[in-house]
């Protein structure tokens, strides 16, 4: 099982990026997905998350809400962070993660993403 972050780069306040996150091998069933992001110096944190298993609740950290949107395409396994209003504080790599039953071993196990970059310049 592997997730697969696309989508960082770089941009000015307020602009606009969307990331993604392609959970791939054998996978039986997702059952939550979230972002988390680590700034330089900093500890990560949650950004966003989906309950896949409880009707796809969200729920998002108070410095994104209102800016940020999480999202998935069931059918594709794809993970998404729209991200809107961006500024400065929102620098930093950002971690798609997920807990997943996989075929192999039949068990639920966090997998991480290896990390996109956004950096927002003023």
């Known amino acids: 099982v592997q997730l697969q972050a696309s989508g960082g780069g770089l941009v000015q306040a307020g602009e606009s990026l969307r990331l993604s996150c392609v959970a791939s091998?054998?996978?039986?069933?997702?059952?939550?997905m979230a972002w988390y992001r680590q700034a330089p110096g900093k500890q990560r944190e949650l950004v966003a998350s989906?309950?896949?298993?409880?009707?796809?609740?969200?729920d998002y950290a108070d410095s994104v809400k209102g800016r940020f949107a999480i999202a998935r395409d069931s059918a594709k396994n794809v993970l998404y962070l729209h991200m809107t209003g961006l500024n400065v504080g929102d620098t930093a790599v950002y971690y798609c993660?997920?807990?997943?039953?996989?075929?192999?071993?039949?068990?639920?196990?966090?997998?991480w993403g290896q990390g996109a970059q956004v950096t927002v310049s003023s």
């Open positions: 993660w997920a807990r997943i039953r996989d075929r192999a071993s039949y068990s639920i196990r966090p997998y």
């Open positions: 091998g054998n996978i039986v069933e997702i059952t939550d």
């Open positions: 989906i309950q896949v298993s409880s009707g796809q609740n969200t």
